[in-house]
């Protein structure tokens, strides 16, 4: 709970880490699914998504590409294909995350991983969002958690999954790796799994470094 309510306290205060983590120099590209806008650092862009498994409005956000090959078949519809993401606007921001070419089965579900970048100072945590047909299930570090909060929702699409994150259940400093795959009893149908980075609000608190411009 106490750094739920320290990532709350970051999202509105100037750390006073200054406005260019670059220091004068020419900054790295961001990565796919990102940019500078508004900067300086690289993030995902801000945009209204309902989770209700419509997908018109993620029309314009950039897919990220991902490839996932079958170590454990059968592994039709379980491999994902493409990622979008985006930080929905609001005082308290969600990340919304739609994956294409993996939805849960009736022997397997489709899994959300979240850890911090290596170049971030570490906060020791793994994150699994676990989706299914009954909703979805949360864990840290291999244990449950449970609330009665509206922290996530999730919602199957045509081709895929769509989720909404509560940001103050990712506790990352505004930037992780975040990585989607099969999963049947515990073990992944694709190893390894295929993963992206997302950066978002808020991103002062990365300092001087730029989590997704590595």
Same mark, same amino acid.
């Given at each position: 709970m106490r750094r739920v309510l320290v990532l709350l306290a970051l999202t509105g205060c100037n750390l006073g880490w200054g406005d260019d983590p670059y220091g004068g120099l020419p900054p790295r590209p961001c990565v796919t699914g990102t940019a500078r806008d508004?900067?300086?650092?690289?993030? +995902?862009?801000?945009?209204?998504? %309902?989770?209700?498994?419509?997908?018109?409005?993620?029309?314009?956000?950039?897919?990220?590409?991902?490839?996932?090959?079958?170590t454990a078949p059968p592994c039709d519809g379980l491999l994902p294909v493409a990622a979008q993401i985006a930080q929905q606007p609001g005082t308290v921001p969600w990340l919304a995350i739609r %994956?294409?070419?993996?939805?849960?089965t009736a022997d397997a579900r489709v899994v959300l991983r979240f850890e911090e970048p290596p170049e971030l100072p570490g906060v020791n945590e793994i994150d699994t969002f676990s989706l299914g047909t009954g909703g979805p299930t949360f864990f840290r570090n291999g244990v449950l958690v449970t609330t009665t909060d509206t922290a996530y929702?999730?919602?199957?699409?045509p081709d895929g999954f769509e989720v909404a994150i509560a940001t103050p259940w990712l506790p990352y400093s505004g930037?992780?790796? %975040?990585?989607?795959?099969?999963?049947?009893?515990? +073990?992944? +149908?694709?190893?390894?799994?295929?993963?992206?980075?997302?950066?978002?609000?808020?991103?002062? +608190?990365?300092?001087?470094?730029?989590?997704?411009?590595?």
């Open positions: 508004p900067g300086p650092w690289c993030s +995902v862009p801000t945009l209204s998504i %309902v989770i209700d498994g419509a997908t018109d409005d993620w029309n314009g956000v950039t897919e990220i590409p991902l490839t996932a090959t079958c %994956v294409r070419g993996a939805r849960s929702l999730q919602a199957f699409t930037a992780a790796i %975040v990585s989607a795959y099969g999963d049947r009893d515990g +073990v992944p +149908v694709s190893d390894p799994a295929p993963s992206w980075r997302a950066c978002w609000i808020p991103t002062s +608190v990365h300092g001087f470094t730029d989590p997704c411009a590595p």
